[in-house]
């Protein structure tokens, strides 16, 4: 479990289409731009969180968009969610929700926590 002392806040800074690859990589800036975290995701993601980025509403809901509002419509807070690991180049991350006082955490792949946090106005 981390503390939060330990964390580090990350705002993404963009999202670039990887040109070797099918791939694209989400930026991720500490707030004193002093470090740079890349990482890889698919094209879907990738465009998932360039919308939230841009601000761009879909004529219709996207999954992070129903989450979003499944969670509001539920009384559930997302409060931030964390890149927790790293293992053979594969990212690992967490949301952390709350409750009627009580604080859940749940397993994400990077690219949906980041898409979600966006959405909900969330700390990375």
Do not use: C
């Amino acid at each position: 479990m981390e503390h939060t002392h330990d964390l580090i806040r990350l705002k993404v800074h963009g999202v670039l289409a990887d040109p070797n690859t099918e791939t694209q990589i989400v930026i991720l800036r500490d707030e004193d731009h002093a470090d740079i975290l890349p990482i890889w995701v698919g094209t879907a993601e990738g465009n998932a969180i360039r919308l939230a980025l841009e601000g761009i509403v879909t004529p219709r809901p996207m999954s992070h968009d129903l989450i979003r509002s499944m969670a509001e419509h539920l009384n559930i807070k997302v409060s931030r969610v964390v890149v927790t690991d790293v293992k053979n180049n594969t990212y690992y991350a967490s949301i952390h929700l709350v409750s009627r006082e009580s604080e859940r955490i749940v397993d994400s792949r990077p690219s949906d926590a980041i898409a979600l946090a966006l959405r909900t106005n969330s700390p990375i």
